[in-house]
């Protein structure tokens, strides 16, 4: 069973661009998502919509939870020859049901490549990273 876990960016003053971490979302009326600290489960927190990601379940070479959003350094073998490090990042694809890279050289399968998965940063934070690859 995959642990369900998000990320958001708060929006909120005191906490304004922190990343914060939890089990559930919380959807309101005026608001369109609250999002709530896992250290203080009884106190939501507002997050720019567009920063939230669901944990995709797997960790990197390092052990490092990976995210929907991240970015990542990878590396594959071709015809038994060692290919040049990639750099792509994870998005949820609902025609192929599961998280994916999203790479210049094409659409990779996350969990076929878990154990040399590196997160190198994060399209919110770093998108300098993408812009020499993609």
């Not at 939501?44 to 920063?51: A, F, L, R, S």
């Not at 390092?62 to 929907?68: T, V």
């Not at 190198?120 to 812009?131: A, F, M, S």
Request: contains cysteine; proline residues 1%; negative net charge.
């Amino acid at each position: 069973m995959r642990e369900i876990e998000f990320r958001g960016k708060s929006i909120m003053e005191g906490t304004e661009g922190r990343w914060l971490y939890s089990f559930g979302i919380k959807y309101g009326d005026d608001v369109e998502l609250l999002y709530c600290d896992e250290e203080t489960s009884d106190t939501w927190y507002y997050v720019n919509k567009e920063t939230i990601g669901q944990y995709t379940g797997l960790k990197d070479k390092n052990g490092k939870k990976i995210f929907e959003g991240d970015i990542v350094k990878f590396r594959f073998k071709k015809d038994r020859a060692e290919c040049p490090d990639l750099i792509g990042y994870i998005e949820y694809q609902s025609t192929f049901t599961g998280f994916r890279i999203m790479s210049y050289k094409g659409s990779f399968k996350i969990d076929a490549l878990e154990t040399i998965i590196e997160v190198v940063g994060n399209i919110y934070d770093n998108p300098e990273l993408l812009k020499e690859e993609l």
